[in-house]
């Protein structure tokens, strides 16, 4: 077809929609370790539309539609999320906290508006200042996590201009997610909290054993989990509360307590074994990287993409605790 004489030609080839692809236009690759609903928002951000639509883009009605997300993985939301932007469901899965093991120590999605009731988000605005793209870590939602090993600092949970938790979901400006929903203010300029060392080291222990015990199913079954929630009364400083509804400056207020007293509410144990692996990544102050790397190479064969099955232990802890401990003693 020739729309007027000596112009070009133009021919009809094809259907448009069979033409075009599915994706949306801009591609944002998640980071690691990031939570499925700040890589959700990132993605909304770069394509144009503020949190809150991109919620009803994906068939969320108002509230906390993207760490309802993170914890319920809806198929129909994923599978928008991965039809539209090519990354598989399996990887969609990793980056969620569906079927969690530790799923009773993050903090609960719940605004109780006390000044020292927990939020439900973490940050350490250092990490969001060095990342190119901001993004919110999954290991900032647990409530044993108050510190940054990485910048030696403590966590925060609200704005500081205006005590607002985090609330990216309600975001309907088109701005990044590090800017605060209420105020405005650049999460990334917070000032720095103060932690000292050793209680960063009791953070980083308490991770190391939750992670690695998480690998075998027996964290679920244990007494740990019911001793960290109850870390409020042992070091007594909110008799009666749980740690996951402190809020984050509560909670180091009671890990400061916390390294005052002996370890032996963290070390007990039946097995004799899951003692000895307690006590030395206490007394590597946690800084055993190949803990780090065991725990990520079991995790990510944990998390194949089986959700609905129960979780088969994929390791005999003591086997792994006896290898390590081999290493320890025998560093190559
Ligand atoms: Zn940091
Ligand atoms: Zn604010």
Redesign the pocket.
Known sequence: MTIFEGGPTIAVRARYDEVVSDRWPVFVRPQPGELLSSWTHRLAFANGIAPRPFGRVLGFGPGMWSSSLDMNFQSDAVNILSTHTGISLPELFTMSLKGSPLKRLLLPLRDDGRRRGSAWLQF?P??LADDAHPYFRRQWRLATRIS?S??QCGLRDRCPACRSRIAVFNQVELVPQHFCVTCGFDLRQASKVSVSPSVRSLDQCIHDICGLEAITSSLLDNSLVRRLLAIPDICRQYAAASLVSLSTSARIRCFVRLVTRPNDWLIEDDDAVVRLWRRSILSANGHAPLIELLADALERKRLRFRPEKRRQPTTELSTLLTAYLQMMENPP
């Open positions: 350490c250092q990490c940054c990485h910048h």
